[in-house]
T-cell receptor, first 113, second 112 residues
Framework: DTEVTQTPKHLVMGMTNKKSLKCEQH?????MYWYKQKAKKPPELMFV???????INESVPSRFSPECPNSSLLNLHLHALQPEDSALYLC????????????FGPGTRLLVL | GENVEQHPSTLSVQEGDSAVIKCTYS??????FPWYKQELGKGPQLIID?????GEKKDQRIAVTLNKTAKHFSLHITETQPEDSAVYFC???????????FGAGTRLTVKP
């Protein structure tokens, strides 16, 4: 089983709202990732968690706040987003961080009004 | 850091023809090269990958070749079918690169 699940599939939020994206995997992977993907562009890395600790933050604005409550779960908390933050948010996981296969979830399509 | 370039950006072929997509990378420490297929409204799906200790890998109609000296790798799809139509991304990563870098993507259209 190489499944990564993400909820919700779609999200519409106003600029003053607070919402969270959720990601789950049960493959025993110890690295989890958040990517942002704009239309017709490749995924852009935002955060990497390795063994539940934040390993990489690619200079992401503080209105995006990641959280890794345990080895199977990854959250992305959203607050005071801008319309330009509208995108597909992808979660991925791999056995460990580094040159390992990353398995992607289906994504959450976010629209900020 | 790693930089991955991918060509062409769009590719249109007739059903049954072959399709080739090429990528180059900059960091000689990169040692893992996956290819992802992304259909509209879905997340990227791994279709094949190759590590730097081999030069070629094949899985049915899909093959990947790697030239470490020239730092380029290619995806070959034979006997293309309409369901192969999608965006394809190459990527590169390594033990010394803590993240994976993607190419810009190739939109493949297979005409019936």
């Amino acid at each position: 089983d190489t499944e990564v699940t993400q909820t919700p599939k779609h999200l519409v939020m106003g600029m003053t709202n607070k919402k969270s994206l959720k990601c789950e995997q049960h493959m025993g992977h110890r690295a989890m990732y958040w990517y942002k993907q704009k239309a017709k562009k490749p995924p852009e890395l935002m955060f990497v968690y390795s063994y539940e600790k934040l390993s990489i933050n690619e200079s992401v604005p503080s209105r995006f706040s990641p959280e890794c409550p345990n080895s199977s779960l990854l959250n992305l908390h959203l607050h005071a987003l801008q319309p330009e933050d509208s995108a597909l948010y992808l979660c991925a996981s791999s056995l460990v961080q580094g040159s390992e296969t990353q398995y992607f979830g289906p994504g959450t399509r976010l629209l900020v009004l | 850091g790693e930089n991955v370039e991918q060509h062409p950006s769009t590719l249109s072929v007739q059903e049954g023809d072959s399709a080739v997509i090429k990528c180059t990378y900059s960091d000689s420490a990169s040692n893992y090269f996956p290819w992802y297929k992304q259909e509209l409204g879905k997340g990227p799906q791994l279709i094949i990958d190759i590590r730097s200790n081999v030069g070629e890998k094949k899985d049915q109609r899909i093959a990947v070749t790697l030239n470490k000296t020239a730092k380029h790798f290619s995806l070959h799809i034979t006997e293309t079918q309409p369901e192969d139509s999608a965006v394809y991304f190459c990527a590169a990563s390594g033990y010394n690169n803590n993240d994976m870098r993607f190419g810009a993507g190739t939109r493949l259209t297979v005409k019936p």
